[in-house]
């Protein structure tokens, strides 16, 4: 059974950093993209970054871009999430995601969230 | 990167059709055959419902569907049924290599 279980969300003041990290079960870790995926309180769903199976590619959603930085350890099968410079904007629910493949094919599987809280 | 637009309601009473437009540009939706779409119900993770355009993950009933026109992506709901009720997303690959959601549709059903 697949299973992807996020952690490290939590509440951060504005300019501060916080990093996710997301824990993978259940298939080949390294053969599939990852990525995240955010809601904001009552919003829409928003991309936010896609990592390769071996880590070569990354992309990054413009409004992100600089900031945050995805990466992945497949000795531990764990997708991680490095957020700096946080604002109030990127309050939300941050998802943790399997690509059929890669996430351009569609995304299989999501993690419960974590919920980032950017406030002073 | 816009959002793609999706109609922000729909409805429907048990046992209809509807069907939810997710229209974007020829650099997202018009310019790729991968297109999916996710339902979302309240405090619950988005699943899965379809992926590149039409292909249903299995153990999604096949009263949904998926097709896509040009610009414009669609999910078609046949037979409604009280648990469909609920939040729908598409999503797109762009050409910048990035993807793009809708704004979302909540589906109602009376």
């Known amino acids: 059974e697949v299973q992807l279980l996020e952690s490290g969300g939590g509440l951060v003041q504005p300019g501060g950093s916080l990093r996710l990290s997301c824990v993978a079960s259940?298939?080949?870790?390294?053969?599939?993209?990852m990525g995240w995926v955010r809601q904001a309180p009552g919003k829409g769903l928003e991309w936010v970054s896609s990592?390769?199976?071996?880590?070569?590619?990354?992309s990054y959603a413009d409004s992100v871009k600089g900031r945050f930085t995805i990466s992945r350890d497949n000795s531990k099968n764990t997708l991680y999430l490095q957020m700096n410079s946080l604002r109030a904007e990127d309050t939300a629910v941050y998802y943790c995601?399997?690509?059929?493949?890669?996430?351009?094919?569609?995304?299989?599987?999501w993690g419960q969230g974590a919920l980032v809280t950017v406030s002073s | 990167q816009s959002a793609l637009t999706q109609p922000a309601s729909v409805s429907g009473s048990p046992g209809q059709s509807i069907t939810i437009s997710c229209t974007g540009t020829?650099?997202?939706?018009?310019?790729?055959?991968?297109v999916s779409w996710y339902q979302q119900h309240p405090g619950k993770a988005p699943k899965l419902m379809i992926y590149e355009v039409s292909n249903r993950p299995s153990g999604v009933p096949d009263r949904f569907s998926g097709s896509k026109s040009g610009n414009t992506a669609s999910l078609t709901i046949s037979g409604l049924q009280a648990e469909d009720e609920a939040d729908y997303y598409c999503?797109?690959?762009?050409?910048?290599?990035?993807?793009?959601f809708g704004g979302g549709t909540k589906l109602t059903v009376l």
């Open positions: 020829s650099s997202d939706v018009g310019g790729y055959d991968y």
């Open positions: 999503c797109s690959y762009t050409s910048s290599t990035t993807l793009v």
């Open positions: 990592i390769s199976g071996y880590g070569v590619s990354t």
């Open positions: 995601a399997k690509g059929i493949g890669g996430l351009k094919y569609g995304i299989d599987y």
């Open positions: 259940g298939f080949t870790f390294s053969s599939y993209a």
